[in-house]
């Protein structure tokens, strides 16, 4: 089965989220299970810098009103995730300072609705013959960025008068729903009668999201808890009623762990590796990682991470109302985090008001964020919502608790630690209220399990075992694929 996945992101060359770690580790899970798989991405310069043997596949001038081309379809091995991919070589829309999705000031850029237009019109132009000797048989659409893929396949199909492929979408967040002006519409070349409430519009602007949930014959997001929630209003974004309409189509898969990143055995960003069988390498870990970010080395209680985006949906803002209650039980706490700056400059002040106990790295580092996890006991992921949520599976592999809410992803992933579970399938600690109150319950918990060394090493044992890699989920993608084609 000839795959197209169609996204903006894909780790570890471009990363903004857990999307781009989907995104790099799905096409290689597939490719084992025999599909030939191949990924279109638009023409950054942190993707064209990660480019081998690069093909030029076509030249061409896309017939959205406004674009100038011509641009080039590049073909070419991407080394560093082991894919291949088609790069949309369009320096005027893809090469500019600052990140994908918005400028240095963290402002989307205006003519996002057309960037991300042009990355769904050539996956459909590639149904078309764009490169006459691969033509997908299933395009695989991630995220509003591909969002319109679904809807250029659809009138490319209609020009053809035949299905020219399959499309199945995929919500990663469905928070983030490139939205735009109505008046946009008529610079994306599709039929009039797209822009409409059976359509992509939505509130009279143009909505990408809508376009791949309304125009993909299968969709998908990352778990089966989000899958329902989405269909009701609280976390529906709008757009609950098209959702539950589908729930037919609709399927939630969860996302998998790369091992060849994420495994506490190999992973070449740890000092001392470890497994469920020599535990020693977790506790050097842990104690390289307390001189390095300068806690105590005697503290009584665990030591609590969080690795995130600083924004409202992560609840890390409970966090900091919770470090009082944690520092009290002899707890402390380490994080690495970037994003709103009252969160990043108020985890800076508790840093600085309790030296020894809390570290604050502000930032994006991947290789920090190994250590950090591997030297942790617990990882806190108390969101408001979460579609899969990939730390807490992190957190899973190597021995540390999480510590989440129930919602979405982090229902499906991580089971609570009671006394009825301690002998049979606790991983972690699960709080139901979005407070402090429900934050506390947990590091409550987790406290009481950290005293008893053997009850605790039985959980981290059982969490290091849970099954979390790629091959599940890309066998369940695969079934959606043979679905969609119907
Ligand atoms: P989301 O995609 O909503 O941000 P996920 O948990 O699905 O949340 O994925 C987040 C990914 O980004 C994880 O791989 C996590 O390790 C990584 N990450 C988040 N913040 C940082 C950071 N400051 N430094 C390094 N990695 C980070």
């Known amino acids: 089965m000839r795959v197209l996945q169609v996204c903006a992101e894909i780790f570890p060359l471009l990363k903004t989220g857990g999307l781009a770690d989907v995104a790099g580790a ?12 191949r990924v279109l991405l638009p023409g950054f310069d942190a993707i064209l810098n990660g480019m081998a043997d690069v093909a030029t596949v076509a030249e061409f001038h896309p017939p959205l009103p ?56 050539v996956a459909a132009a590639l149904t078309e013959g764009m490169d006459s ?20 396949v659809r009138a490319a199909s209609a020009r053809a008068g035949h299905r020219l492929a399959a499309t199945v979408f995929t919500v990663h967040n469905l928070a983030y729903q490139g939205m735009f002006a109505g008046h946009h519409f008529g610079e994306l070349g599709l039929p009039a009668a797209y822009y409409g409430m059976h359509g992509m519009e ?9 376009a791949g949930l309304y125009f993909a014959d299968r969709l998908t997001t990352v778990s089966p808890t989000y899958a329902q929630e989405i269909q009701g209003w609280e976390q529906g974004c709008g757009l609950h009623a098209l959702l539950s309409s589908r729930h037919h189509d609709l399927s939630g898969i969860l996302n998998g ?45 665990p030591l609590f991470c969080a690795v995130s985006r600083l924004t409202e949906q992560k609840g890390l803002h409970l966090v900091l109302e919770a470090l009082p209650g944690i520092l009290e039980r002899g707890g402390q706490f380490a994080l690495l985090g970037s994003g709103d700056r009252a969160l990043e400059s108020a985890f800076s002040a508790a840093a600085e008001a309790h030296p020894g106990k809390v570290a604050v790295r502000l930032g994006y580092d991947e290789d920090f964020a190994h250590r950090l996890i591997a030297g942790s006991d617990v990882i806190m992921v108390p969101s ?64 009481a399990l ?4 053997t009850d605790w090493t039985r959980v981290q044992r059982r969490a290091m075992q849970q099954p979390c890699g790629w091959d599940a989920a890309a066998a369940a993608y695969l079934d959606v694929y043979r679905r969609a084609q119907g």
């Not at 799905?26 to 798989?37: E, I, K, N, W």
């Not at 048989?137 to 809807?151: I, K, N, S, T, Y």
């Open 66 to 121: 406004g674009v100038q081309g011509p641009f080039r379809l590049l073909y070419a091995h991407l080394p560093a995730c082991d894919v291949h991919a088609y790069v949309i070589d369009a320096p005027s829309l893809y090469r500019r300072a600052g990140g994908p999705y918005a400028d240095e000031q963290q402002r989307p850029f205006s003519d996002n609705h057309i960037r991300f237009g042009l990355l769904g019109w």
């Open 450 to 453: 950290y005293r008893r060394r």
């Open 26 to 37: 799905l096409p290689p899970a597939l490719r084992s299970l025999g599909a030939d798989v």
């Open 202 to 210: 939505f509130h009279g602007h143009v909505n990408f999201m809508k």
């Open 384 to 447: 408001r919502y979460e579609p899969c949520g990939l730390t807490q599976l992190y957190g899973l592999k190597y021995g540390t608790l999480p510590l989440v809410r129930k919602v979405g992803g982090l229902a499906d992933t991580v089971q609570d630690t009671r006394l009825e579970t301690l002998d049979t399938d606790a991983t972690g600690f699960v709080f139901d209220h979005f407070d402090v109150g429900g934050v506390m319950y947990g590091v409550d918990r987790a406290c």
């Open 133 to 152: 000797y691969w033509r997908p048989e299933v395009v695989h659409a991630h995220d509003w960025h591909a969002g319109l893929a679904p809807a250029y």
């Open 257 to 301: 762990v790369d091992d060849e990143v994420w495994s506490p055995q190999r992973d070449a960003r740890i000092a001392h590796h470890y497994s469920t069988r020599a535990l020693v390498g977790k506790a050097r870990c842990k104690a390289d990682l307390l001189a390095e970010i300068g806690l105590a080395a005697d503290a009584t209680g």
